[in-house]
């Protein structure tokens, strides 16, 4: 609304100015006399029925705005959390591996499209392991997990700075179980956001 | 035998016959009266004699003040005749415990300890007692026994400790973030161990008697994790993850600085060291042939070789590894058909046995006898710490709980380390 105002008054009403102040004060009673000055009059009048036409415009299309706004922030947040659910979907591991499996590749590119597209975006990857392993050897395996998965988004052009690595072993089972199902489940990476996560865009 | 953890329900005597009992080194028969105990000979080189231990009234009263002349007068021929090589008096004489050990053989005494014990309420009571069978083993047998030691473990992503018969077990981690790999300075009076902290693994030094604790310099920085101390106490060597994977490095504790890199794995790592009792060795696990394996290094990272042999592509593999405090062997586990088990290396000819095949067993830890070893075992259905004796494959649980590894049994513990705050 302001921003209208502002750009009618220097650019139209620059003229008006200038007449403004060659009619002085009483610009209704010297309107029969068709001289410069009730030309200019005239011309005010018809430049205010412009402003108001133009003001009343201005506010319906600042009142479509807000709402094309409140309706955009909405989706921007349904996208920020689809985005950010994006990001922390999880890569696993082949018993005692730390290779990206093939079929982990699609979600680990999803983040690098993630992160170009949102570069203020930092993130953590913590490397996991299942019960099997040694208890200390699996802080180097959970390590290697977390570096391997940080070497694919680097390598896909994301900044190293912006991905620290974490290992937690086997200390942080996702699933308690002893079995297959649980072990696979725990030989993981997970991902989470350290700062710029606020307003995730979609890649 | 089951330990009574309850300071009162346990007297000196029990305490004693259970220390030579855990020893290994005794057979113990009690006798039909009951109030003696028979030790015979476990057929080790060491104690080819049997022993025999007699108990008079050990709560005081009436065996009191001639306790000890009583003791003077045992029928030597009638334990000769039992078969017994020692007998073991354990008397109080007012505010003094008496513990007399005859030599049946020899019909007279071997020798008299006397010792003022704390109150069997005080903290210190129980590891007073642990000294005084010690020295009844020592005097027996000539060797230094392990009753006054105790073992530190995690349970909970909590640091423990216990004593090795499996009493009086305390909390000593002091926080509550999640703490792993505690290992013992060679003085027993500091332990070092990692704590997670902000996605790093940060080492710590405590003191046990005051749990005053200190991080250690440049930690904080990485997943620094197993530390080690040099036997002179001097140096930590442990191991730090980066992005170029895990490798070994060492610091200066008395200076608190210091940082030395040992070993630059680049596609292999390297971790969870060693030192042999001179300290001019570091044994390490590294992945450099694809599974870990267990390799050793002079203690600069020069030198750098397998220890413990493998076949490529059958053997599992291999972690943990501790050096006994003789210096003769490195224990360590190796995972055999899907299961873990722990493995003796022997370091002059450089063979390796296996140990255990019950269950999985996991994470060894000498006992300062170097014929002990402390380790986790899922046998009994459960994890849980037992002990066994290398040399009779005697095997116990060290206590009857669930979910306790990674334990580091202590060096001998004198007064002045095992005192408490």
Known sequence: ?203 | MLPRTGMGLDSVRAIVGRDLDFSDRFEIITLPAGDSIRLAGTGTPSSTRSSSTRRSGGTGGAGGAGGAQSTTALNYPLYQALGADFALDVTAAGDTTVLTLHDIAASGIRRTVRAQLPKSGDPSFRMAVHRLADQALQAALGAPGIAATRVLFVRDGKVYRIDEDGADQQLVSSTDRQAMSPAWGADGRHFAYMEFQAGKGWLYLQEMATGKRTAMSTTGTALDFTPAFSPDGQTLAFSRATEDGTDLYTINVKNNCCLRRLTVGRFSDNLSPTFSPDGQRIAFVSTRPGLPQIYVMAADGTDQQLFAPFDYGVTGASNAPEWSPDGQSVAFHRDVAGTLQVFVLDVRTRTVRQLTSVGRNEDPTWAPDSRHLAFVSDRSGYRQLWIIDLETGRIRPLLQQSGERLPAWSPRLSEASSSNP
């Not at chain 1, 009403?13 to 309107?31: F, R």
């Not at chain 1, 730390?98 to 979600?107: C, F, Q, Y």
């Open chain 1, 1 to 203: 609304m302001k921003s209208v105002s502002l750009f009618l008054a220097l650019g139209l009403g620059a003229a008006i100015v200038v007449a403004s102040s060659c009619g002085g004060k009483k610009p209704a009673q010297t309107a029969p006399t068709p001289n410069a000055d009730s030309a200019a009059a005239a011309d005010k009048a018809r430049q205010d029925s412009i402003d108001a036409a133009n003001a009343a415009a201005a506010a319906e299309a600042e009142r479509l705005r807000r709402q094309r706004e409140a309706d955009s922030l909405a989706a921007l947040s349904a996208a920020a959390g689809e985005v950010r659910n994006m990001l922390a979907s999880m890569i696993h591991f082949d018993l005692d591996k730390s290779n990206i499996r093939s079929d982990d590749m699609g979600a680990l590119d999803q983040k690098v499209a993630i992160l170009q597209a949102n570069p203020d975006l930092r993130i953590r990857i913590g490397g996991h392991c299942d019960e099997r392993g040694s208890d200390e050897y699996n802080l180097a395996l959970g390590n290697r997990r977390a570096q391997s998965a940080k070497q694919y988004l680097v390598s896909h052009g994301i900044d190293a700075g912006r991905i620290e690595t974490q290992s937690w072993g086997e200390e942080k089972p996702l699933v308690d179980g002893h079995d297959e199902s649980a072990w696979s489940q725990n030989r993981r990476a997970e991902f989470e956001v350290v700062s710029g996560g606020d307003n995730l865009r979609r890649p």
